[in-house]
Structure formats: structure tokens, C-alpha cells
């Protein structure tokens, strides 16, 4: 079996959970951990460029981000032109960012999420496909 490459990034809050999630998915995804490892403040931009650029570039499939509240995460990793983060905090959020808005990367709140809710909110998300039609049009009209 293939595995999919996943690029993975996090900043100091997410470290616990970076961990735990390439952990439980080591046998599906191969990870390029461009996150934090330690528990010092760091600045997270320095975690979501690389993460982005590896999704725009197609070197990984999609991506995962999580911070404190993953608004940081998510807010920067949308300035750059070929991604679509979404910042998912439940089970249905993660599902809709993939039926709706075709998100390649998935901003996980590790501070707001329990680490079984957050394993619970990825696999929904890699579960999930994108369903194309009106959904599409909304995508092809959000580039600046």
C-alpha cells in the first residue's frame, strides 16, 4: 500500500497533538513534520508557510495545522493562493470543510479540543470527499 504524504505543523500548543496524530496514522500517511517538537512560545507563521507551500506545490496531499485556538494557523496558511485551510472544532465543521469547501489543510484548536475530539475531527475530515457542483463554482470564484 501507498501512503499518502501529509504535511504537518504546529507551534507550541500542538505538540501533544502532532504527536498523538502521526502516531495513530503512521501506517496511512507519511509525515513531513515541519512543527514545533517542544513546549516553548515559538511564532507560528514560522510553522504554517512550510506546511502551505508543500500543499500548493503538491508535495503532500493536504495538510494539518494546529495551534492554541488554530485562528492563527488558519488565517495564515489562507494567505497564500492555492489553499483553502478550514478550522474545524466538531465532527460536522470537519465535514463541511471537505463536501463544501474542498479544504486542503484542516486547523485543529488543541486547546478547545479534547485529544479523542480532535481524533475524532480528522478522521471525519479524511473521510469526507469533496462533492464538486455549486460547491465548485463557489471555489473557482475565491482567488484574488
Not at 494546529?66 to 494567505?79: E, L, M, P, W, Y
Not at 470537519?94 to 479523542?116: D, G, M, T, V, Y
Not at 462533492?131 to 484574488?144: F, M, N, V
Request: glycine share 8%; hydrophobic share 40%; with cysteine.
Amino acid at each position: 500500500m501507498t501512503k499518502i504524504n501529509v504535511s504537518i505543523g504546529n507551534d507550541h500548543a500542538g505538540t501533544d497533538l502532532k504527536n498523538r496524530i502521526i502516531e495513530k496514522y503512521a501506517d496511512q500517511f507519511t509525515f513531513v513534520n515541519h512543527g514545533t517538537d517542544g513546549s516553548s512560545s515559538v511564532d507560528y507563521p514560522d510553522y504554517v508557510h512550510p506546511v502551505a507551500l508543500d500543499v500548493e506545490k503538491g508535495t503532500a496531499a493536504f495538510g494539518i495545522l494546529i495551534c492554541g485556538s488554530a485562528n492563527g494557523v488558519c488565517i495564515t496558511a489562507n494567505k497564500h493562493q492555492g489553499i483553502r485551510a478550514g478550522l474545524a472544532w466538531n465532527k460536522e465543521v470537519a465535514a463541511l470543510i471537505k463536501q463544501h469547501n474542498n479544504a486542503n489543510i484542516i486547523c485543529l484548536p488543541a486547546r478547545f479540543l479534547s485529544e479523542n475530539e480532535a481524533l475524532e475531527v480528522f478522521q471525519t475530515y479524511v473521510d469526507e470527499v469533496f462533492e464538486g457542483g455549486r460547491h465548485q463554482t463557489r471555489i473557482d470564484k475565491i482567488p484574488c
